[in-house]
Structure formats: C-alpha cells, structure tokens
C-alpha cells in the first residue's frame, strides 16, 4: 500500500515541500486519514507510535561575504510529521559544535487540520566517565499534546559548508516516506554525489525557479529497517547524498575554490593540525630510558608504540576543532588521555624526535565509512593514526588499538584507502585486507558417553587469533578477578548449558602477542544425549554459530552483513561410539560456496568414531547489500543442519 493513498491532500509538488519547510505555507493545509494512517503503521512497522509519517529537509545556501572565515553557509529546514500515542510528544536531534539548531516549533493534527503548541527545547553535551565533553550534543525538543499525529519543524545552520557532508534520505529509522530538496543558487558549483540509491524507490525530479535550481529526492514505500544482526552504520545501505563543493562565485571576484577535489581535503587536514603546539612552554613529553636500549629500527619504533598504546587511555575526544586537529602532544602525556588524533600525534612527536620519517595518516574505518577519496569530503574519514616510513615502506601504526600485535593491521582498518602526509603534498595508501585465516577461531571437541550411556564428558580445546584473540583478552582484563573463570566459561560455552565444567584452563591469556590464546575445558552434558534403550540420539553440534538470529529476520534482509572480523569458525566434534551400538544413518551435508562466504558440515565414520567437521567462513568479514539475503537464507539452511543428530542403534 502506498502512502499516497492514505492522505487526501498532501505535498501536491515539491515546491510546496520547500514553502512548508521555509515556513511560508499554511500551517493547516494538509490533512490526514488517522485510522488508515494508524493501521498502514501497524501493518507495515508493528507500532502505532513513533513512526514518521514525512520528514522533509530543505537545503539553502548563503553566500557570505570574500573575507568570512568560510564563503558559504548552509541552512537546513526540516520538518516531520510523527504518529505519537503519547500525551507528551518528544524529539532528539544530534548536532556539533559546527552546527546550531534554531527555529523550533511544532504542532497537532485535529479536526483536519494542524494546531500549535507551544515547544520546550535544550540541548545537552554528550559526556563520557566524566571526561568527555565531546564534538556531538543533542537537542532535546517537546511539547504536550493529545496521542496522534505530531508536526514538528526546525533549523539547523552550518557556518562553513564543508560541515553539511552527509545527507540522509532516512533522518528517522521509521519512515513512511522522505523528502529531500537542495536549492542551489547559481553562483554555487556543487555535485551531489548519490550512494546507496539501488534497489529502492527514489525519484529524482530537477527544475528551476528563478536563479535557482532546485533538486527534489522522494522516497516512497521505505522499507521497514528491523533491528538486523551485524550490521554496519547506515552510510553503508540507507540512500544518501554526499554534497561536494567545487567552488563559489563572489559578486565582485573572481571564482573561489571550496573542497573540489581529494588535494582541496588534504590541504585543509593539514592546515589544520599544523596548527597543533606539541611544547608547552619549551617543555616537551618525556621519553623512557628503556627506549634508546634498542638499535634504531623496527624493535625501537614498537617499544615506543606500545608505551603510548598502554599508558594512554583513548576516549573519542572530538570537542570541536579537536574533532579535526589533534591534541598536542605535551597535552596528551600531561593528561594521559586522548583520542586517535591526540595519540596519533604523540607517538609521531616522539619517533621523529628519535630520527624516524613519522607521518599522521587519515583514514575511514570499515563499519562506519564505505567512502573512498574519490569523494572529497569530511565524511570520508573518522579516524587517525601513525605511518613511519622505514625501508622504503610505510608503517602503520594505530596506538588506540588494544592488543595489537607489532605492525599487525586492525581488521578495522584493513582494505582501506589512508591519506598520508606528505609534506604539501600527500599519498594515497591502500591498506590491505587482512586474510580470513588471521582470525580463526578453531575448536575441537572430544565426546565420550558416560557408562551408564545417560550424559557425555567432552573434552575441547578452543583456540582464538587475531581480532577474536583481542576480543578475549579485553573482555578477560576487565573482568574482575573473581569473574573471570566465569568469562572463560561464556567464552567456550557460547549458549551452550552444560550440567557442570569439570576443568578450565586458559594459554597465553596474560601473554604479550602470542600468535594464538586458547582455552583447554573439560564439561559433562546431558542435553546432548537421549537414551531410548536400544536407540541413542546424540547431537554433534556443541556449538551452533548465528543459530540465534531469528528466523523472521532472516526472511527480508535490506543491510549487508557486517562481523567486525575475518569471521571463520572452524570445528571438529569427535563422538566416540559406544561398545554394543553403531550409527543406523549418517546425515546429509551441507555445502554452501558463494564468492563471498562457505558454509560446509559433514558428518563421517572412522574407527569407533563419528566425527564431525564443520566451517563458516565470511571471506571479509562483510556480505554486500547485493548478497545479503542470500547469506540470510544459507544461514536459514544451517539452521535446518543444525537440527539432525546420529542415531547410534544397538547390535543385534
């Protein structure tokens, strides 16, 4: 059912779009169908309340004058329109310290028509363990109305353009339908760049009023974005536009550049961290002694690294320009905390000052930004880190990255484009992709039924690399001593309930980089066993990966998959078989090859044995949005897998 359906008169052109979100239409003169709105929500979202019926945001640029600090400003109107079954209607607006939100007011819909209300607003920093006043604040906005539908509207203003980087078509995760109208004046060189826009229902309309052009996005009949397991930041599949500013046309002067091109971006990175004083009144960070025990070379470069990775506390201090320009380095050891720019920074002002070619590098991470710098733009990059050029080779070094093992690349990081310095000039770095081996997780289990054949001890060995070994080692660090056998037993169980853990023990937990952390136990079940007499049911599967996302959120998957690792999970399960029994039926397999993931199960027989072998292997730790509901429906095949057990039936 399509919304247009439902309204009776309702946003006839886009112009209208632009003179509600200007203020200029009459608050009244659109009208709404209650009961057939209420039942569409319910239908199509399984809520009646908080769901926007129309968001609309219109974007307007002022050319200031040749000697501001940025020659364009940017304003964006917004306005939604939300079903709310609440006396009291409440609305959160994220924004930074580059951006002010003004303008607010809001209103009712009764009797066919929209009514004020009086709107209530402040904003708050985001805080973190009382330290982090950061570069994101919220704006709190409410007003007490009567359940139904809700209209509100507001400013948001960008002093500089280049602040205004990403425009969603989906400003509210529950949507009916978006509206999105960029008015470009013609002294403004702009592209917007469109991602994300495939397989959706977005028109695109382009015409002119007056001087201006105005450019008009509409997305009807947006899909219901469920809470889906692993999945990256919406920049990866909810349709955007991603503005870039070529250049502006003053009345009087010649033509100036904004951020045309990737050289524009490098420039202004850094300009801005050139303008870092890493000395604090002539003093400087101090150096360990233990450092100049090492020949200059890589052994030095990771000694220092490591200190500053250990005796740094990293929060995402991002408090304004800090948002762009790192802390200075004097600061950062003074306070011993900062964020990726500020130990970044830290660690380059200490290698060079040891005689290396250290280099800060800007980079996007892999769940947050799917842009490359073929985009000039903020939007490209969220994260810092160091590049040491040594051998004729470039170093990477991230010093916010806990555990990390000398020169090992984040899975985080990896296959993405860097920006490194290069003094005016600067380079382009691929980072490679970490192969899917590095963060194996290999299990193996030995299963023997008890005498009186009515429980199993097993016995198992769980062995972690790369960022699963992180992931171990953080979570054993910060748990308290007294709770951290019960989080190396979660770790091997993983869902599992066993009836006791017999043994367990962890190798190379409290070690420094050790290629591999494993964790040996010994438990008894009785769940995995059902003694009929002459017949033993016994099911293989100790561990059963992704079993756990529901199979209604498998069945219409819109959002590429995302792990956070090179995820591979590989096991063997050995069943050893009673003396008097033999397998009556070995079940099928399952193979699944697919060029972006494998999923294989076999069962077989050796000796007294059953074995089982099974592996799941993301190849990148990603399904693309095009594949996704193809990993979604392997996975609904692996759960059939799960469900069959060897039957082991008595000699006769």
């Known amino acids: 059912m399509r919304l247009m359906t439902l309204l009776n008169s309702f946003v006839a052109n886009r112009v209208f779009l632009i003179l509600v979100c200007a203020g200029l239409s009459p608050l009244g003169a659109q009208t709404y169908d209650l009961p057939s709105v209420e039942q569409y929500a319910d239908s199509a979202f399984g809520s009646k309340h908080n769901i926007a019926l129309l968001t609309a945001d219109t974007i307007e640029f002022k050319r200031l004058f040749f000697k501001s600090k940025a020659p364009v400003r940017v304003t964006k109107t917004s306005f939604r329109d939300i079903l709310w079954q609440k006396s009291q209607f409440g609305h959160t607006q994220p924004f930074t310290s580059f951006s002010e939100i003004s303008k607010i007011s809001g209103a009712h819909f009764e009797q066919d028509r929209f009514k004020w209300r009086h709107v209530q607003s402040k904003s708050e920093r985001v805080e973190t363990d009382g330290i982090f006043l950061g570069d994101y604040s919220l704006m709190f906005m409410w007003f007490e109305t009567n359940p139904g539908i809700q209209r509100l509207r507001f400013e948001t203003t960008y002093e500089d353009f280049k602040f205004l980087s990403h425009v969603s078509l989906l400003p509210v995760e529950s949507s009916f339908e978006s509206h999105v109208v960029f008015v470009i004046p013609s002294w403004l060189n702009i592209q917007l760049k469109e991602f994300n826009f495939e397989g959706y229902e977005i028109k695109k309309t382009t015409t002119r009023d007056g001087e201006n052009q105005i450019v008009s996005y509409s997305w009807e009949n947006i899909p219901n974005f469920k809470d889906d397991a692993f999945v990256p930041s919406q920049a990866h599949y909810i349709p955007a536009i991603i503005p870039v500013y070529r250049s502006v046309k003053p009345e009087r002067s010649d033509e100036i550049a904004l951020m045309p091109d990737v050289g524009a971006l490098y420039k202004w990175y850094r300009d801005v961290s050139l303008e870092t004083e890493n000395e604090d009144d002539g003093r400087i960070p101090q150096f360990r002694q233990e450092w100049f025990d090492y020949d200059k070379g890589p052994d030095q470069i990771n000694a220092v690294y490591e200190w500053v990775r250990d005796n740094i506390r990293y929060i995402a201090f991002e408090d304004g320009m800090a948002g762009f320009r790192p802390e200075g380095a004097c600061h950062v050891y003074d306070q011993k905390y900062g964020d990726c720019k500020g130990m970044a920074n830290l660690l380059k002002f200490y290698l060079d000052s040891l ?298």
């Open 355 to 652: 005689g290396y070619d250290a280099r800060l590098a800007w980079i996007g991470t892999k769940r947050e930004v799917p842009f490359d710098y073929s985009t000039p733009s903020l939007a490209v990059d969220n994260h810092m880190i160091t590049a040491v050029n040594w051998s004729d080779s470039l170093l990477f070094l991230d010093a916010t990255e806990p555990y990390g093992s000398p020169f090992s690349l984040a899975y985080r990081i990896s296959g993405r484009p860097a920006m490194v310095e290069n003094g005016d000039d600067y380079i382009i770095h691929q980072i490679p992709n970490t192969p899917p081996k590095a963060d194996l997780v290999n299990t193996t289990y030995y299963l023997k039924p008890s005498e009186d054949l009515k429980s199993i001890l097993v016995s198992g060995d769980k062995a972690f690399r790369g960022e699963t070994q992180k992931m171990l080692k953080f979570g054993y660090d910060h748990a308290s001593s007294q709770l951290r056998d019960e989080f190396l037993k979660e770790t091997v169980l993983n869902g599992f309930d066993p009836d006791g853990v017999l043994e367990l023990e962890a190798h190379g937990i409290k070690e420094d980089n050790p290629d591999s952390t494993s964790i040996q136990f010994k438990l008894k079940t009785r769940s995995h066993l059902i003694n009929l007499g002459d017949e033993l049911y016994v099911d293989l599967n100790m561990e059963k990966q992704l079993d756990d996302i529901s199979n209604e959120s498998l069945k219409q998957r819109y959002a590429p998959w995302y792990f956070g690792e090179n995820y591979n999970q590989k096991s063997v399960v050995k069943l050893e078989i009673p003396a008097g029994f033999e397998p009556s039926e070995i079940p099928p397999a399952i193979e699944i090859n697919h060029p972006e993931f494998s999923i294989s199960g076999a069962y077989r027989l050796s000796e007294n044995l059953v074995i089982l072998e099974k592996s799941i292997v993301v190849y990148n730790g990603v399904i693309s949005r095009s594949e996704a509901q193809v990993f979604a429906d392997a996975i609904l095949e692996l759960k059939n897998f799960y469900e069959l057990q060897i039957t082991l039936q008595q000699i006769k």
